[in-house]
């Protein structure tokens, strides 16, 4: 099997992952939720009447696909008018994934600014709004990320016992491949550790006993709402896209 | 005294802002040193001869400057030629700092390409180029920002005993500014706090004992021999422009 579909390694990646999800939301907490930074058109000089969220990311990815960001297999953007690279191509190992059209970037972005963001942010209005748009769009790199990522999971699963998912992906039966490629010890390890890594990444390390820059269960429950969710949908859309 | 000037709200600003400069070291630190990131000209697709790392922070700073970032007090860009912000400005509130022409990105820049990744990141390359230019972006985006929030120190010490430091103005001497703003029971707790930071927010929760993401001592180091005698000099720089 291809070294980057063994499970340990994959899970490597994950685990490496949390902490720069965690690190992000932390960033993202100083803030308030600041709905401004979210509403469509709220400032008629960005064009496109987008959000001052969506211009900043779109115009990040821009930036990004010059230098190739785009190219690698586990990155996918939210927007589709991108530039060229401008970079030569860097020559990466072989995709270990079937070709596939798993994007789960508008509902990662709708979860995030709907839900995610006055779950984890105290509410209302700092006037922060270019602070809270950067640590924005690293949230949603590296959400999009992790989710996509699941189809490694997913590919890797599939090479091990392909007998069961063939005769799911026959059926088109979403339920069956979900219950193929759900590993609840696995979940409940993550979601343990996730817990544990915002408590100690966001204890307030200056001496205010039992301050935290974020809410350690939200942070679990961030991962249990919705990027587990949110991942299993990945694999089980790249699992019925899959060739038999 | 304005409440922006009070050392106590400048030193939780100071608190806050070493976090994110914790977790944006951890985040680079992830990946090889990548002296290819840095070498003008390597990519001779790349605008003005830039490196990789500088074309990415000059195209980053075209967007945060047309989100008004460099309208705040607070925040200096690396770059010059910077388009004008597109949003209307914000009220902030009134400029405590006097007028000055402080501006050590140039010193920040070279120390941290130079001087600071070679002692964070492991050694040679792996070709995660545009990762590491992602993280380094935002490495260079907190340190210059925690080391210009000096002038507010500065500031603030002045006003609290103007008269020491309006003879040292008069006689330029560097020497005698640099003995008044200096605080060597602050400076001390602070490498303290850094150190008990890195080694907190690095720890490896993923069960591998004594693993760590970062060398704490390093990033104690890091304060020790650039960010704060940068701050200083920032300080120094900010006093003797000061008007008397």
Redesign the interface.
């Known amino acids: 099997m291809n070294e980057e579909l063994l499970l340990g390694n994959i899970r490597e990646v994950l685990?490496?992952l949390e902490?720069?999800i965690i690190?992000a939301l932390?960033?993202r907490a100083?803030f308030r939720a600041n709905p401004v930074v979210y509403q469509k058109g709220r400032?008629a000089?960005?064009p496109g009447a987008e959000s001052?969220c969506g211009?900043?990311l779109r115009?990040?990815e821009k930036?990004?696909a010059t230098?190739?960001?785009y190219t690698s297999p586990d990155e996918h953007p939210f927007f589709t008018d991108l530039p060229a690279p401008?970079?030569?191509p860097?020559r990466f190992d072989e995709n270990p994934l079937q070709p596939n059209q798993v994007n789960l970037n508008p509902q990662i972005r709708e979860a995030y600014e709907t839900a995610i963001i006055p779950f984890i942010c105290r509410e209302g209005d700092d006037?922060q709004?270019?602070s809270s748009?950067?640590c924005d769009v690293?949230c949603l790199q590296a959400l999009s990320r992790r989710i996509h990522y699941g189809m490694f999971v997913a590919e890797s699963k599939f090479q091990e016992h392909p007998e069961p998912f063939r005769a799911a992906i026959r059926d088109g039966d979403r339920m069956v491949v979900d219950a193929l490629i759900t590993d609840i010890a696995v979940e409940t390890k993550v979601l343990i550790?996730v817990q544990?890594?915002a408590r100690?990444?966001g204890?307030d390390?200056?001496g205010r006993a039992g301050q935290h820059?974020i809410d350690a269960d939200r942070v679990a429950d961030v991962y249990r709402n919705w990027i587990i969710p949110l991942t299993k949908e990945a694999e089980v859309d790249y699992i019925l896209q899959h060739p038999l």
Chains 1, 2 share one sequence.
């Open positions: 685990n490496r902490d720069t690190f932390i960033e100083q400032f000089q960005i001052l211009y900043l115009e990040t930036i990004h230098m190739r960001r401008i970079l030569p860097l006037a709004y270019g748009a950067v690293a550790r544990l890594k100690t990444y204890q390390l200056e820059k």
